[in-house]
């Protein structure tokens, strides 16, 4: 682990009352920025588990925050949000404590295969029922395995995180230098206990036989390899949500700015897939009625010629002229003379929200040679 990474190793004081997470533990993680590769909005799923006597495993891959509930227990016990197995015991009264191998694991699969930044076990409530270490391997398997076949003996694992120490009611941060691309993982608790949560961070990295395939797909989607580099202000909501799967159902689904009281205007840079011809747009306001943004620009830019997509200075194209938009509407447009981009950025005036941003295109000839590559 890195040193600039902290560690937290040992249980939490037990719950006295209050806000749960007063005495949570945690800290800045330098791989959060990435995209959570096991999100289930992407498709992720915890696929099976040895034990979840106590609380599923389906609690792992929850996007909200770990709720707790001090009132709640259940016929076997407290109600946890999150994975929790029963305790291990010793093969007999000679020998009562668990070996030094035993231990619990459960399978996931990525929403999104991609190359692994940094891993978040995250053992929030979990106070002296907590692991004492955690491993995590990773695989790459092609198609929908089930449980046996990413199970059977000729498949490779690759460990990314050695049984390592973690803490109770905590942030458990591990970086990933790993440059490989992988569809799932392997969460193993020793010997036992509960994990409340569990983030994969990192870039999507798509099958580029099925992008191929396609011919015409969303270039800014995040399962298809899009990114968000920056934006301007980050306030209400994130601009990774503009890239999410499908429609956002609330408000804070979108990307959503604080109200502007100068004379400039809001904006979200992206990278797409890899260099293609963008052919049709979408801008949704959905579920902004009162704030969404006022009028919307795009603008493209092929960063294989040199260009730095950083510098404003740089020659942007003009794909869509500033346009009113509607609250809560979908709004395509057929933008005319596209040029070969790599990257695009819309502009909103003067501030407010958009829920999703569609470019719907295909690779050209080197760009998908250069995803080929990649992937």
Known sequence: MSAATP??????????????????????????????????????????ANDEFFAERENLLDPEAARFDPEAFGHKGKIMDGWETRRRRGAGP???????????????????PGVIRG????????????????????????????????????????????????????????????PHRYTHLRLCQHPDGGIARLRVY???????????????????????????????????????NTIRPGRSRRMNEG????????????????????????????????????NAAGWAALYALDATTGADPADRAAPWVEILPRTRLQPDTVHRFL?????????????????????RLRLHGSLTPKGAERLGQRG
């Open 7 to 48: 560690s937290f190793t040992g249980a939490a004081k037990p719950y006295t009352g209050g806000d749960p997470y007063a005495d949570y533990r945690t800290a800045d993680l330098p791989f959060t920025h990435h995209a959570d590769l096991a999100d289930r909005r992407l498709g992720a799923g915890v696929i099976a």
């Open 94 to 112: 000679d020998t009562p404590h668990p070996a030094e191998e035993d231990h619990d694991w459960a399978l996931i699969r990525l929403g999104a």
């Open 119 to 178: 891993i978040l076990v995250d053992t929030a409530h979990f106070r002296g029922n907590h692991p004492q270490s955690v491993s995590v391997q990773a695989t790459a398997l092609p198609g929908t395995p089930s449980p046996e076949e990413l199970l059977a003996p000729e498949v490779a694992w690759t460990e990314l995180v050695p049984r390592t120490p973690v803490g109770g009611h905590a942030a458990n941060g591990f970086p990933v230098a790993d």
């Open 202 to 240: 990192g870039e999507v990295a798509p099958d580029p036989a099925w992008l191929t395939a396609l011919g015409t797909f969303d270039l800014a989607a995040l399962e298809n390899g899009g990114i968000v580099e920056d934006a301007s202000d980050r306030f209400f909501a994130p601009p990774g």
């Open 255 to 290: 990307w959503e700015t604080r109200r502007r009281r100068d004379k400039g205007h809001d904006w979200v840079r992206y990278r797409l897939t890899e260099q293609a011809l963008i052919r049709a747009v979408e801008i949704d306001t959905g579920q902004f009625k009162g």
């Open 335 to 355: 933008p005319e003379a596209v040029p070969a981009a790599t990257h695009v950025r819309i502009d909103i005036f003067p501030d407010g929200g958009i829920a």
